[in-house]
């Protein structure tokens, strides 16, 4: 079974969403700091269609888009990552590389 696993790893509750082309597939509840949930992907990776071509050959079409996953954090948006990976592990931390502190960043893996 295919699931997204999502980490905060701020002081602060996260709360992230994530899309498929313009489709929430989810808005999660509020995460605690620490915190870790998984959320089944299964079903919403690919739609698939037979159709024949010219050659009358049958063809299968996989058709998808990938994840964009974006969160907020202490009222701050994060940028929006994306990823194809229907396993992959999304990370929200404290972005230090800022001139100015209280960013957030997401990392995919």
């Given at each position: 079974m295919?699931?997204?696993?999502?980490?905060?790893?701020?002081?602060?509750?996260?709360?992230?969403?994530?899309?498929?082309?313009?489709?929430?597939?989810?808005?999660?509840?509020?995460?605690?700091?620490?915190?870790?949930?998984?959320?089944?992907?299964?079903?919403?990776?690919?739609?698939?269609?037979?159709?024949?071509s010219?050659?009358?050959?049958?063809?299968?079409?996989?058709v998808?888009?990938?994840?964009?996953?974006?969160?907020?954090?202490?009222?701050?948006?994060t940028?929006?990552?994306?990823?194809?990976?229907?396993?992959?592990?999304?990370?929200?931390?404290?972005?230090?590389?800022?001139?100015?502190?209280?960013?957030?960043?997401?990392?995919?893996?």
């Amino acid at each position: 079974m295919s699931a997204l696993t999502f980490l905060n790893r701020t002081p602060y509750p996260a709360q992230f969403t994530v899309r498929k082309g313009e489709q929430i597939v989810a808005d999660l509840p509020s995460l605690p700091p620490g915190g870790q949930i998984r959320v089944p992907s299964d079903g919403v990776d690919t739609v698939t269609d037979s159709t024949i071509s010219d050659s009358m050959d049958e063809e299968t079409l996989a058709v998808g888009s990938p994840y964009f996953v974006s969160a907020i954090v202490n009222g701050v948006t994060t940028e929006t990552v994306q990823t194809s990976n229907a396993n992959a592990v999304i990370t929200v931390t404290r972005d230090d590389s800022a001139l100015v502190g209280g960013y957030y960043r997401l990392e995919v893996a």
